[in-house]
């Protein structure tokens, strides 16, 4: 029996990476900002592209991921970059697809130290849900204040973060990522009015 | 894009010199620093065909953040013309084929040694600054451990008693660059070896800011927008180079940041534009 083999993903590693990266990048320094990333993972065949494109742009066997709700995303980003799958308190990387357990992985993810604050995790949530919520953020990054219309599980998260209280420089970053491949960055510093 | 670009590229190395986990673990400090303004984020310094010290930080991460679609300007002291800028650009233009300027507008990508242009930057340009020495206490204190410790615990008491001591002795703030900041009201920060006159370019900029220290092994960022103050005393404000009474020789601006040169055949000294691009579209909009 001749089996026909197909190359699942054309994701460039080199040039795709790279223009993720930028993407990423943007979002992390204009918080609250939306960016599509959508028409960058056109070449990933999967459920979730976007948030695959983002394990494969950041992630490699030097760091480690927690997946919460998505088993083949998990499979998935174990076998194109050998990062290590481990639990919530000790993942540098934490995706989450299910919005019952971001109390449980805010609460568990680690936030580094003073002397270390970079040994954090980053949060990378789907955002799912009708942005019914008008948010009105500022901080580093922001000229004045940004308000966007955001979902539930964007207030919840936010909320959630707060009430832990670090002490900054410690604390945690979000990425949310909705299925069109929409994406803003809410760091560690960025208030909520 | 990807597969067009590479039949341009040299095929005797990656794109943008740096292998793939390289670029990614850079590509990682670089996000954790811009979440952390003004935090040096350590980062494992790869090896390039210059000398450390020379640029090795700045040029790794400008390696780890261009793409094709990027245009690249590189400055060395204000010049796009020095022995540096020239060296890092053709390096860079070698292994990227990326378009290249001298047009401050133009870039998306710059990086300089030793200043910030004089044009205002914009949002979405970036701006990477090449570090000899990031640490601000390392004046003070000699030991990491030490001085990651003070950062740790905000105590930036002996870098203010070092300017008391400056006034004390000389009755004004004798640092004339690498002036510290007070980066969001909690990091104190190098700025690179810019001039004071170039600090309040920082402050609620619409650029991003990124700085790498290849010899000391750190990066550390200012994103756009962010609380960048030059440290100094209620009672005696921070004061950038005055150039009072002086312009530049070519353009005749008296607004931007000039160096004395100084001819030893005559001996006239006289001034001009350290930002040449700047003096040059000056000189060419005038004519």
Not at chain 1, 96 to 120: R, W
Not at chain 2, 13 to 19: G, I, S
């Amino acid at each position: 029996m001749i089996s026909t083999l197909t190359k699942k993903n054309n994701f460039d590693i080199v040039f795709d990476s790279q223009k993720v990266f930028r993407i990423i990048l943007e979002a992390m320094s204009n918080p609250a900002k939306i960016i599509d990333l959508g028409e960058h993972t056109d070449d990933l065949f999967c459920a979730y592209p976007a948030f695959l494109a983002t394990a494969m742009t950041l992630l490699d066997n030097e760091v480690s991921y927690h997946v919460c709700g998505n088993d083949p995303l998990a499979g998935e980003i174990a076998s194109l970059t050998l990062a290590k799958q481990d639990r919530i308190e000790a993942a540098d990387f934490v995706f989450v697809f299910a919005p019952d357990e971001i109390e449980k992985v805010i609460s568990s993810a680690k936030y580094g130290t003073l002397a270390d604050p970079q040994k954090s995790a980053t949060l990378i949530i789907y955002d799912d849900g009708d942005p019914i919520h008008p948010l009105t953020f500022s901080g580093p990054g922001i000229d004045g204040f940004r308000t966007i219309q955001a979902t539930s599980t964007v207030k919840a998260a936010i909320t959630l973060r707060d009430k832990q209280e670090y002490e900054y420089p410690q604390g945690i970053d979000f990425l949310f990522i909705s299925e069109a491949g929409e994406l803003f960055a809410v760091p560690r510093l960025i208030t909520v009015a | 894009m990807g597969i067009e670009h590479r039949k341009l590229t040299n095929n005797h190395y990656n794109f943008a010199f740096l292998d793939e986990g390289s670029k990614r673990e850079i590509r990682r400090a670089t996000l954790k620093a811009v979440a952390i303004p003004g935090y040096q984020v350590p980062f494992g310094s790869r090896e390039l065909p210059i000398g450390r010290g020379w640029g090795t930080g700045g040029i790794q991460l400008t390696l780890s953040l261009i793409g094709p679609e990027d245009t690249l300007k590189v400055i060395d002291q204000g010049s796009d013309e020095s022995v540096n800028a020239v060296s890092i650009k053709k390096f860079v233009g070698l292994c990227t084929q990326v378009k290249t300027t001298t047009r401050t507008h133009e870039a998306t990508l710059i990086q300089t040694r030793h200043r910030i242009p004089e044009i205002p930057l914009t949002q979405g340009q970036i701006l990477v600054l090449q570090v000899p020495i990031p640490e601000p206490l390392r004046i003070v204190e000699a030991r990491e451990e030490i001085t990651k410790q003070m950062h740790a615990e905000k105590d930036y008491a002996p870098i203010w008693l070092q300017l008391y001591e400056s006034l004390v002795k000389y009755n004004k703030v004798t640092i004339a660059s690498e002036y510290p900041c007070m980066v969001e009201g909690r990091y104190v920060m190098n700025p690179s070896p810019i001039p004071k006159f170039d600090n309040p370019k920082l402050h609620k900029s619409s650029c991003l800011y990124l700085f790498g220290a290849g010899r000391e092994k750190k990066i550390y960022a200012i994103p756009p927008h962010t609380e960048v103050i030059s440290l100094a005393f209620d009672d005696v404000p921070f004061e950038i180079e005055s150039f009072a009474g002086q312009q530049c020789r070519l353009c005749g601006s008296g607004n931007t940041y000039l160096d004395e040169v100084f001819d030893a055949q005559t001996g006239e000294r006289f001034h001009q534009c350290s930002d040449t691009s700047y003096c040059k579209e000056v000189v060419d909009h005038a004519q």
